[in-house]
């Protein structure tokens, strides 16, 4: 059967990247997509290149009938999903591509976003949505928060190795690159071509990012006790890309075979031979993700970097990702198409 599908804030990239993916996905058909100010338009007028699809026109939230709809994707801004996922069926499967869900904690919520959360019996249903690590959740759930996208390309670098105790949990620096399109797609002076061409720059640092919530949940969970990563992203001229190093002390060649065996059985997670190091031009538009290990000068230090596209499976990609499971679709579906290169 195909399932009917709504993506709720289409007239953003996550939007159009769900699209694009869908397109080729088979088991699913898209029946309705939202935009709030450019409802009425055709998706082909807002993103010239998904002209070719047959799509619905963009609609307004409130003007979609979600009977026989069997999956809700929200694309929409941080703090909007809540309202809009509350007043949504009960049967209708949802996943969530912004931040609203991805704290388990209200407290830690309200500290990261600095407002209480707005629906706190739906964030208690939430399912953290890194697909590798809760596939079993959720399949079985109603809705999945899907993660930031620097959260989940940390993550994957780091993940078991803070689980297996391979490095030193008081001394993790992570150092991301991060690509313009992470922002979002509304209109702000510093992303203008003459504000970020030709340079990057630090931001969310000193600990204020709010991806650290993700992180500090996730990692200290794993090691049973606080852990707190020193993290600060920076925005490089590039549309699509994450590029996480992370600087720790453990025996490189241990790591290296740690994670090679973590991630053995994934199709999207490929760890490259010790000693080579990924590149963002090489997982572009595509749901891979590269890791690589080095050593250091030091002895007892080590490198570990993973290369994701941003957009892909660090959001939509994840999401259909999440969206196969939970409809009981061959995880892999819509999702194999190989990087774009050059």
Not at 35 to 53: E, I, N, S, Y
Not at 170 to 195: F, M, Y
């Amino acid at each position: 059967m195909t399932a009917k599908i709504a993506i709720l804030g289409a007239s953003g990239y996550t939007g159009a990247e769900l699209v694009r993916l869908i397109a080729t996905h088979g088991g699913m058909e898209i029946v309705a997509l939202t935009a709030d100010r450019k409802a009425g338009q055709a998706m082909g007028q807002v993103f010239p290149h998904l002209r070719h699809l047959g799509l619905p026109p963009l609609a307004r939230i409130e003007e979609v009938d979600f009977a026989g709809i069997d999956l809700v994707f929200c694309a929409l801004p941080h703090a909007t999903s809540q309202a809009v996922i509350a007043d949504l069926p009960r049967g209708v499967k949802i996943v969530d591509l912004s931040a609203d869900f991805r704290l388990r904690s209200p407290e830690d919520y309200e500290t990261w976003y600095g407002k209480p959360h707005g629906a706190q019996d739906l964030q208690a249903e939430a399912v953290y949505g890194l697909t590798e690590f809760y596939r079993e959740q959720i399949r079985a759930a109603r809705l999945v928060a899907g993660t930031g996208c620097n959260a989940a390309a940390g993550q994957y670098a780091l993940r078991p190795l803070v689980a297996g105790g391979l490095i030193d949990l008081d001394d993790i620096v992570l150092d991301l690159k991060c690509a313009v399109s992470g922002a979002g797609r509304s209109l702000k002076e510093p992303l203008l071509h003459a504000e970020l061409s030709e340079g990057y720059h630090a931001y969310g640092y000193g600990g204020t990012h709010r991806h650290l919530g993700e992180f500090d949940q996730e990692f200290s969970a794993l090691a049973g006790r606080p852990v707190h990563v020193q993290f600060t992203p920076h925005l490089m001229p590039a549309n699509r890309g994450i590029l996480a190093t992370a600087y720790v002390k453990g025996e490189a060649p241990a790591i290296h075979d740690t994670l090679s065996q973590a991630y053995r059985d994934e199709a999207f997670l490929q760890v490259l031979p010790f000693g080579e190091l990924p590149s963002t031009r090489h997982v572009r538009g595509s749901n891979f993700c590269h890791i690589g290990v080095s050593g250091d000068r030091v002895p007892g230090r080590a490198m570990v970097v993973a290369a994701l596209d941003n957009l892909t499976k660090g959001s939509s990609g994840q999401a259909l990702q999440n969206a196969n499971l939970m409809l009981h679709i061959p995880e892999h579906t819509g999702l194999t198409l190989a990087p774009c290169f050059p």
